[in-house]
């Protein structure tokens, strides 16, 4: 409430955020999360919580009166359609290149990205955070941080048979006979639960066109997992719909932090501020870096370093897809959570690593679809305009052409090789690639540049960075895996040595 004092407040509750706000009330510390967006714990006039993507309502996006599709067209025409304006889950925040999507809600992008949690490759971690002990990271914080999340493996046996996967086979096996790698990707979707869905047995979630606005069923998001054992530690409270807007040094010592409660219809209730002895920045790579970008423009912050809202990248995402063959029918069930990979970062001429991603139309499309991790080294900024008081991205769309260039060397050998072409009426008008949208934002605040290296903000005591913008812009990987080890890592030092 206004005018409180707490001894640590986390904004957002992503991955960052639900790692700080358990480690730090298992340490003893009353924690306070401020989430802008809903908790999704109440059901709806249809008696369910989330909507599917073939009949998206106005829990589907974030603040917009029409839908914003990743794969936004069908045979060239926009299959986009009109909603009412409220607080939905899915964000599709449109900078000038780029369509930034994130999760909004309890439990950020866990509530809607796909689940896939794969650990990076040990030599590209030690590239791109060269300060961090990777050794460390391997042998502790990731297997800390898979065994929290609730990591599990496909059983390989059923993936074989399951019509819902049969996408992914039709996939993986022309990427094989193209000469390319295949590998199974772990998730946090429970595949027992998955199995029961296929089987009829229970009800369907991932097998019912449900993943990018949410599951209603079987997926293991934070709220679920480190956040409910926050809560089980009785020092947790969760303030959603509350964004927060400034943070400046209290006159009475701490940090204040004032925030808007919203409405569903996203006008401010209410405006409150708080003071908090420490605050922890896990609004994600896009909400941390553009809150501390707003703060020293303002002169609320002035003495944040140069690097804070520099080394932002999209980690190389581009998508794509290919037309099959009538007789390579890519089925009418599919379930929602990607389960293989193509992996062809070894390519030193090109590296990536694709998700085979599901259509799930509920009608056979004969289409395969892809969400590639390229190496692109294009980064951009986050810069404040004075003007509207908004905080821009400099990313261009032009910039993530090494991206396109890299998948095209992959899929145009798989066509090829296939005799398959690409859809060009799913991302525009004669536009193969879906090259304006990522998944995966990350960096803003890079470790080592922005803050120290274990998030510290220098000269700043008290404010921590603990979410994706630590990442400098490529994990080569789906990156929630990266960001929960990597905050598992850094709460674990800064209770013991700032909080004891
Ligand atoms: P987030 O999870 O984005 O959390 C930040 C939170 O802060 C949000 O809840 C946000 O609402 C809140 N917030 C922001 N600003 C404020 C503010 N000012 N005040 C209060 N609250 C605020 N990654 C994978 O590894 N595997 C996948 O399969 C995968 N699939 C994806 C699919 C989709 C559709 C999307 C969108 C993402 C996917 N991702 C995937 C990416 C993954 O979800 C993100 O990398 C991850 O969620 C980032 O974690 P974070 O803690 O940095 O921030």
Not at 438 to 450: D, E, I, K, Q, S
Request: hydrophobic share 40%; with cysteine; net charge neutral.
């Amino acid at each position: 409430d206004d005018g409180d004092h707490v001894p640590a407040l986390v904004i957002g509750s992503g991955y960052g955020g639900s790692v700080a706000a358990l480690r730090l009330t298992r340490a003893g510390i009353a924690t306070a999360v401020v989430e802008m967006g809903m908790a999704w714990n109440t059901a709806g006039p249809d008696g369910k919580i989330f909507c599917d993507m073939l009949d998206p309502d106005r829990r589907s996006y974030w603040l917009r009166t029409r839908t914003d599709q990743p794969v936004g067209y069908f045979l060239g025409i926009d299959a986009n359609r009109s909603i009412e304006r409220y607080t939905g889950v899915l964000d599709s925040e449109r900078f000038a290149g780029i369509r930034v999507y994130q999760g909004r809600g309890v439990g950020g992008g866990s509530l809607v990205n796909g689940g896939m949690a794969v650990v990076p490759r040990r030599d590209y971690l030690a590239e791109i955070l060269p300060s961090v002990d990777a050794a460390a990271m391997y042998a502790t914080y990731f297997p800390r941080a898979t065994a929290a999340l609730g990591v599990n493996a496909v059983d390989p046996a059923w993936f074989e048979t399951a019509d819902c996967y049969r996408y992914a086979r039709v996939s993986r096996d022309q990427a094989r006979a193209s000469g390319y790698a295949t590998t199974f990707l772990p998730n946090v979707y429970d595949f027992g639960y998955m199995r029961q869905e296929q089987a009829g047995t229970v009800p369907r979630s991932a097998l019912a066109s449900e993943v990018i606005y949410g599951n209603n069923h079987g997926k293991r998001s934070l709220d679920k997992t480190y956040l409910a054992a926050a809560a089980a530690t009785g020092r947790l409270t969760i303030t959603a719909q509350h964004v927060v807007t400034a943070v400046a040094p209290a006159p009475a010592g701490g940090w204040a932090v004032t925030m808007n409660q919203l409405a569903t219809t996203g006008g401010t209730v209410a405006t409150k501020t708080v003071r908090a002895d420490r605050v922890f920045f896990a609004a994600g790579s896009v909400g941390t870096s553009k809150l501390l970008v707003a703060m020293r423009a303002q002169g609320r912050l002035p003495d944040l370093p140069a690097a804070v809202g520099q080394g932002w990248g999209n980690n190389g995402n581009v998508m794509v897809a290919r037309a099959q063959h009538l007789w390579n029918t890519t089925g009418a069930l599919q379930s929602g959570m990607p389960a293989v990979g193509i992996d062809n970062w070894a390519d030193p001429a090109g590296p990536v690593f694709a998700e085979i991603a599901p259509f799930p139309a509920g009608t056979e499309l004969w289409i395969s679809l892809y969400l590639a991790i390229t190496k692109n080294p294009n980064r951009a900024q986050f810069a404040y305009d004075s003007a509207t008081g908004t905080v821009g991205l400099t990313w261009r769309t032009a910039q993530n052409q090494p991206a396109v260039a890299a998948a095209k060397r992959v899929f145009d050998t798989i066509n090829k090789a296939q005799v398959t072409v690409y859809r060009s009426d799913l991302f525009g008008v004669n536009k193969v690639w879906g090259d304006d949208l990522t998944y995966h934002p990350l960096g803003g605040c890079v470790l080592g540049r922005a803050t120290d290296d274990y998030g510290r903000l220098p000269g700043h005591p008290g404010l921590y960075v603990i979410d994706g913008s630590l990442i400098p812009g490529s994990t080569g990987v789906n990156p929630f895996v990266t960001i929960t080890a990597l905050a598992e890592r850094n709460i674990e030092r800064i209770i013991a040595t700032d909080l004891a």
